[in-house]
């Protein structure tokens, strides 16, 4: 097991640059995720740890030592592809066994390794079979066991949950936090998957035009987000974003209001403010609470869609200046579409930028 | 590898002969390599086979070893071989290819006593450039092939070597066979056979009406002789052939070339000694092999068959030149001529034939081919000459205009000529 | 009066046998003629090409024809260099241009595109207009054998072999194939620490077996059926392939039987390995057709 | 790219992947076709005791020049224009121009390649090398005939054989087979079904036309060698280029069959929108493969006619064997090599160009 830092990783095809300056710094046995949008340079940045892409600039170092120009077999990782990238013509047993084959390690060990990791996986019974005759999970399990079976320092997952249907995404999402548990191996994970990211991980990288947004653990990134995107981001339904103007300021609070907003008071934070500065204002949805009729203090806007699943009940809100809102509250309540409400909400769980 | 090769070759030899001793000087023996062209002709291979194998126990010296060749590529294998640096020390070559090849430098003269072949035909001596390059085992000959009573029965007369027919008499005779209905052609030319076919059989009807392939006398242009009113004459009259329908053109399929005359499809075909024998077994008595028609300027036949020849890269040229002078004894000139049905190429040999002997059923091909035969230019450019006439006569034969199609040949010819520098050295 | 149905579907089926028949009848005959007159003697057999009964084994049948050919031309030679000609070259020919098309797909080096453009370009230059400059150079060129060092390529398998080893047609269809391959798998092995000619050979090449059929497919064809080369530089009877051995059989008076049965005795066997394979065969060229 | 490009930069690993391959073809396509270039500049010949000597484009200017000659008709005394005895007008023999006139050096030694009226005149175009004009024009006449019809006929096989039919496979091998014989045995073979006399091709006419078909010698006359052999080459090649199509065929999608179904759309429409625009890389391969195969016409010509009759079937590839080989002339046999060479080389890059994806 190993650590592993990127120090000002970049990425150019020419003049085009995709990864710009990325510093990570991964500890031992941690999971950590990169998460954001597709083309944010995530799996890029994966297949440059791989060893698979050139690194244009910086240093990649694993175990304390410089890698960037180590090939792939040398650098001490094992890698499960999102299309699984099992060998067809082998057999389950010689697919995961396929690294230690080419490595040359004596046959003895290598039938010991594979069953290992087989039942690691629980998958004994499969590991005569060929691919072809294996499910969508199953041929996952036998990347995840070509994995394992080559003892790497760190593992690295591309999407690998991508090609899954969403209960046994679930069940495996599980079972690699499992394997995880057990190996206490350093793995990264990449996904555009926020929940993924948020169940998986112990710390969550988000990247956004090859560039880290914020690097923290999936709490610190859920009640903190560094800026807007990370706050867009991560959560679901996402945050809700209200613009307002800055009426009044002074040492510890400012006071924001807009057309669909009344006064509100909220600590200050350190940024140089104006009065009539516009603001945003980001607020989940979980922490919206609509109420019937008019209430002061809170926002204001009227039923468009009611979606009772419940447990939960989420609100589409038409403000008064014409955006949306969404609300989503732990009950069954019932609100008739086109009721005027108001949502009241906690300035401790409001996000200004 | 050569060791091996060797060894085989002499038990091989040695048992045919059944005595084992005759091995024991092998080793000693320099391995002399000779280029045949009779791959799978049987008959052929036993006579050859029969030279080689007396020459290698009649002498101490010399081991020739035979390889065989398909004639229809046998030019082209030497061609390669030359150009490769390949060439065996001794090699068949066909009479007119001859001057190409002693010109280009594949060939060298013959170390042999002109003595010993002064009474052989003037056709199968390969001289050129003043030089015994080559000397032929054998000559062909070709003659109209026909049936006594196929003549008599259109009332025509049957020519003799002294008094052949005329140009005249013989288109005649090609009309009234024509006219019977009889046939599908009065007369099979062999146009299914392509190549040196061409030039072999038919130059002679251009020559016969004075004109040539090229002028003789300098060998460095064909204008005049190939396309002169002479030449024009001669197109003009071989076109008649085909448009009067007296001879199957080009297309003709070689199966009815090969039948034609036996099942009576064609009353008359001018064709070769080789075939001769077929003929007579068919039609006995009946079957006559008449000299070719007169168009002027005397009857003509082609002369000069394949040939044997030192090559220039041998580093043996003695050994070489006394196979070739131990293969031109009377008993192996007569056996080619009983296996093949060729001409000997001496009166002696031929005494000792079947077929060519004083009264032999083919003795006539002798008396034609001694009376008649003409070689063709003995020149270095004949190659491109022969390949030249054959197109232009294809042409003729399929309607093209006669005057411009010699003029091109002629055209083509002399550009070849100054392109090699007139074949000068 | 007979009123032609269209939508009766026993009819339609009929109809559509009957189309495929009279199709399956036009490309077979040429071939039937061939094999029915191996079996004739040369006067039944050009006398029949005018008839129906030129496809018919009627008449004087027999296997005469095959004897004679036999004894004419040492088949049995024939037809071994043949084989070890085609099949070294087929061999050599699919190692190589896998090899190449493997490089020119998944490595990335310095004048690629320039080579693969010449590759491209090899596939318009016709053999016979290169034969004579290759016949010369074939004749210079150095050899270490068995036997020692020497000069001149001519009389041997090699010279038959080596010049036709690799080919652009190949190289090209195995490029085509390569690309279609999930790049995943090669970058997999890369990270399972394959060297890249283990990634080649264990990985590629197992993954390619329909290109490799069809490239081999074609490859025998085109060599067994070679002519205008052989006839250059094989002076020697021992190295001769069949198409060669074409020319024993016209002399002065050709045997149409023996020509016949020599044809047929060259194109049975491929025509009996391509009926054994067919299925295979055709379903792998299907397989390795462009994608759209 | 300059710096840190070891792990996706393979030099050395790639050249020596790539270097068997392409090293054979270097030496063995490559440089002769660069040895042949060289000899097209020379006078090398095939055998000659004489050194070559650089030529320059000679070798091209012989085969390629043409010239135009403006022949007046013959008139007779009184001045009126003399007519043979269709009522054309009569003309002077070309020969009269073109042999050792000096006032016409532009047109000496070349002959007539076709030629029109213009008023009273006739326009004679006159070519240096007329084989080789014809043998471009009967090859150019044979890729335009046959890269069509072959390609289309393939499709319609493939069309025919991709139905789902009991014991399909057989027909599918059946039309399949003539691939696999050699082109000089079916050469060999057709010659006798093209027989003028007794040939099966038009036995068969015959039968069909119940005595009413006059027999053709199909390889025999001009107007109908070089289509024969079209046909044979078609027929011979066909199935192979059906299975290239078959494979097309294959890899368009079931469902898009369907919803035509649904559509109502007819078996035309439905071969116009869902077949057709999914074979166009198909295709694309097709005519190219196509194309380059018949522009290399060689085998069928040596055995079936010689170029005749009348240069009727004379080819660029048959005349460069003939001229190179046969007539040993090396240097104007190469020169003709590197003109199909640039010929095929420009069709094929117009094919792409017109091929090409318009997005």
């Known amino acids: 097991m190993a650590d592993l830092q990127l120090k000002s990783i970049e990425k150019n095809y020419g003049s085009t640059r995709i990864i710009k300056g990325v510093d990570i710094d991964i500890k031992d046995g941690e999971f950590v995720v990169f998460v954001g949008p597709s083309g944010c340079g995530k799996s890029t940045l994966l297949r440059m740890i791989a060893g698979l892409e050139d690194i244009s600039g910086g240093e990649l ?81 036998v990347a995840i066991g070509r994995a394992i079976v080559r003892n790497p320092k760190v593992f690295l997952f591309d999407e690998p949950l991508s090609n899954l249907d969403a209960a046994l995404r679930m069940d495996m999402r599980m079972e690699i936090s499992k394997l995880h548990k057990k190996l206490d191996a350093t793995m990264i994970y990449v996904t555009h998957d926020q929940v993924e990211a948020m169940t998986l991980a112990d710390k969550i990288v988000v990247l956004k035009d090859g560039e880290v947004q914020q690097i923290g653990s999936p709490m610190e990134l ?101 955006n949306k809102v969404i609300a989503s509250i732990n009950e069954d309540k019932v609100f008739e579409v086109d009721e005027e409400i108001s949502l009241h909400f906690d300035v401790d769980n409001i996000h200004i930028f | 590898m050569k060791i091996t090769k060797n060894l085989a070759l002499t038990l091989l030899s040695a048992g045919a002969l059944g005595s084992a001793f005759v091995s024991t000087c092998a080793f000693a023996k320099t391995d002399l390599s000779l280029w045949y062209h009779g791959a799978g002709n049987k008959v052929e291979a036993k006579v050859i086979n029969q030279i080689v194998n007396d020459f290698n126990r009649s002498q101490s010296d010399w081991n020739v070893v035979l390889e065989s060749f398909p004639q229809g590529s046998y030019n082209d294998s030497v061609v390669a071989a030359a150009l490769a640096n390949n060439l065996p020390d001794i090699l068949d070559v ?106 072999y059989a038919f130059s002679p009807f251009l020559q016969s009406f004075g004109g040539d392939l090229i002028d003789r006398s300098t060998y460095k242009t064909a204008e005049g002789t190939l396309n002169g009113p002479e030449a024009i004459a001669f197109g003009e009259w071989w076109q008649s052939l085909f448009v009067n329908g007296y001879a199957p053109g ?152 006669v005057a411009d199609t010699l003029d091109s040949a002629a055209d083509e010819i002399n550009a070849d000529i100054e392109k090699n520098r007139g074949y000068s050295r | 009066m007979f009123r032609l149905d269209k939508d009766n579907p026993t009819l339609r089926l009929i109809v559509r046998y009957m189309v495929l028949t009279l199709i399956a009848l036009i490309f077979v005959t040429p071939i039937l003629f061939m094999m029915m007159s191996s079996l004739k003697p040369d006067q039944q057999l050009l006398a029949d090409t005018s008839s129906i009964r030129a496809f018919l084994p009627i008449g004087d049948i027999s296997f005469d024809n095959y004897k004679a050919a036999f004894e004419r031309a040492p088949i049995g030679m024939f ?37 693969f453009s010449i590759i491209l ?55 085509q194939y390569f690309k279609d391959l999930p790049k995943e798998l090669i970058e997999a092995s890369r990270i399972e620490g394959c060297s890249w000619w283990q990634v080649y050979w264990r990985v590629v090449m197992p993954l390619s077996g329909p290109i490799i059929a069809t490239a081999a497919i074609l490859k025998f064809l085109a060599m067994y059926n070679q002519y205008l080369w052989p006839i250059m530089v094989t002076q020697q009877e021992q190295y001769r392939p069949v198409l060669v051995g074409l020319q024993y059989f016209f002399q002065l008076n050709t045997a149409w039987g023996e020509v016949m049965a020599y044809l047929t005795i060259i194109t049975v066997p491929v025509l009996a390995f391509y009926l054994a394979l067919q299925r295979a065969f055709i379903a792998s060229i299907a397989s390795t057709g462009v994608k759209g | 790219m300059k710096k840190n490009s070891i792990l996706t930069r393979h030099n050395t690993t790639g050249w020596l992947f790539a270097s068997p391959g392409f090293g054979l073809m270097l030496l063995f396509i490559v440089i002769p076709f660069i040895l042949a270039i060289a000899f097209s500049l020379t006078n090398q010949r095939l055998m000659s005791p004489n050194a070559a000597e650089f030529v320059g484009l000679e070798n091209y200017t012989n085969m390629l020049d043409v010239g135009i000659l403006v022949v007046d008709p013959e008139i007779d005394a009184s001045g009126n224009i003399l007519v043979d005895k269709n009522g054309d007008n009569k003309y002077p023999r070309l020969r ?83 691939v696999v014989v050699s082109i000089v045995v079916v050469s060999l073979l057709w010659r006798f079904i093209y027989d003028g006399q007794n040939g099966l091709l038009n036995s068969v006419l015959n039968t069909l036309t119940f005595g009413h078909f006059k027999a053709v010698d199909w390889l025999g006359n001009q107007d109908t060698a070089l289509g024969s052999i079209m046909a044979m080459s078609i027929w011979q090649a066909v199935g192979f280029h059906m299975i290239i199509w078959l494979s097309g065929l294959q890899t368009i999608s079931p469902t898009l069959y369907e919803a035509a179904k649904i559509e109502g759309a007819s078996p035309w429409q439905t071969f116009r929108y869902v077949t057709w625009p999914g074979l166009r890389n198909t295709a694309v391969l097709v005519v190219i493969v196509i194309t380059m195969q018949a522009f290399s016409l060689f085998a069928q010509i040596d055995v079936m006619t010689s170029g005749g009759p009348l240069d009727s079937t004379q080819t660029i590839v048959y005349q460069a064997v003939e001229r190179g080989y046969g007539k040993q002339d090396i240097s104007g046999g190469s020169a003709m090599s590197v003109v199909l060479f640039l010929l095929v080389l420009s069709i094929s890059l117009l094919q792409r160009y017109l091929t090409r994806e318009k997005n």
């Not at chain 1, 867009?232 to 300021?249: Q, T």
């Not at chain 2, 002294?162 to 005649?172: I, K, L, Q």
């Not at chain 2, 006559?288 to 168009?295: C, E, I, T, V, W």
């Open chain 2, 94 to 199: 066909d009479g007119p290819v001859m001057p190409n090849w002693a010109w280009a430098g594949y060939l060298r003269p013959l170390l042999i006593d002109k003595n010993k072949i002064a009474d052989f035909l003037p056709g199968v001596k390969g001289y050129w450039d003043g030089k015994l390059y080559s000397i032929g085992l054998w000559d062909s000959a070709v003659a109209m092939v026909t049936r006594r009573s196929t003549l008599n029965e259109v009332g025509a007369r049957i020519p003799t070597i002294d008094s052949p027919w005329t140009e005249e008499e013989f288109n005649g005779v090609l009309k009234k066979l024509k006219a019977t209905g009889k046939y599908d052609y009065p007369l099979d030319l062999g146009m299914a056979e392509s190549g040196e076919w061409f030039p």
């Open chain 3, 121 to 175: 370009a090899t596939l318009i230059v016709p053999f016979e207009t290169i034969a004579i400059p290759m016949l010369l150079m074939v004749s210079k060129l150095p050899w270490l054998g068995l036997d020692g060092f020497s000069w001149g390529w001519l009389n041997s398998y090699r010279v038959q072999i080596i010049p036709f080893i690799a080919d652009g047609l190949t190289i090209f269809l195995f490029a």
């Open chain 1, 222 to 322: 859920f009640h903190k987000p560094a800026n807007r995107f990370v706050a867009g981001f991560l959560g679901s339904p996402s945050m809700n974003f209200v613009k307002v103007k800055v009426v009044a300021h002074d040492n510890d609070s400012i006071t924001v209001s807009s057309d669909v907003i009344d006064e509100v008071v909220l600590p200050r934070h350190d940024r140089d403010l104006a009065i009539g500065d516009s603001l945003e204002l980001g607020i989940r949805p979980q922490y919206l609470e609509p109420h019937h009729g008019e209430i002061k203090g809170s926002m204001h806007g009227r039923v468009s869609l009611s979606e009772r699943l419940g447990t939960e009940t989420v609100l589409d809100i038409t403000l008064a200046d014409g």
């Open chain 2, 250 to 401: 080009n297309s003709q399929d070689p199966a009815d070339h090969e039948t034609g005359l036996l099942e009576g499809k064609y009353a008359m075909q001018w064709y070769g000694n080789w075939a001769a024998l077929k003929t007579l077994n068919k039609f006995g008595d009946d079957a006559l092999f008449l000299p070719a028609p007169d168009f002027g300027h005397g009857p003509k036949i082609g002369a000069a068959s394949w040939q044997f020849g030192v090559s220039a890269a041998s580093k043996h040229p003695q050994g070489a030149s006394d196979f070739i002078e131990f293969a031109l004894q009377d008993k192996y000139l007569a056996a080619f001529s009983d296996s093949l049905g060729v001409i000997p190429p001496t009166q002696s040999a031929a005494t000792l034939t079947t077929n060519y002997r004083q009264g032999g059923a083919l003795s006539v091909f002798y008396v034609l081919s001694k009376a008649q035969a003409l070689v063709r230019p003995v020149t270095p450019g004949y190659i491109v000459e022969a390949k030249v006439f054959e197109k232009a006569l294809a042409d003729i034969a399929d309607g093209a205009d």
């Open chain 4, 96 to 178: 009269k121009f073109t042999r050792n006139n000096p006032d016409y050096p532009n047109v000496q030694g070349m002959k007539e390649w076709f030629s029109f009226s213009w008023g009273v005149q006739k326009i004679a175009i006159m070519a240096s090398d007329l084989v080789f004009m014809k043998a471009l024009v009967n090859t150019l006449t044979f890729v335009a005939f046959v890269a069509p019809i072959q390609g289309a006929l393939a499709l319609i096989l493939a069309l025919l054989i991709n139905q789902p039919l009991r014991g399909i496979q057989i027909f599918r091998s059946i039309y399949f087979m003539p």
């Open chain 3, 79 to 115: 037809m071994l260099n043949s084989l070890l000609v085609t099949g070294v070259t087929v061999v050599l020919g699919l190692l190589v241009c896998s090899m190449a098309g493997f490089s020119f797909v998944f490595l990335n080096w310095r004048g690629k595109s320039i080579a």
């Open chain 1, 61 to 141: 170092t694993i175990d304390g030592k410089v890698v960037n120009d180590l090939q792939p077999k040398d650098r001490g990782i094992a890698m499960v592809f999102q299309s699984y990238a099992i060998f067809p013509h082998m057999t389950v047993r010689e697919n995961v066994g396929f690294g230690l084959t080419v490595s040359g390690v004596p046959k003895d060990e290598k039938v010991q390794r594979v069953n290992e990791a087989a039942q690691i996986l629980q998958m004994e019974h499969l590991l005569d079979r060929r691919p072809s005759q294996l499910s969508g999970g199953q041929r996952q399990r």
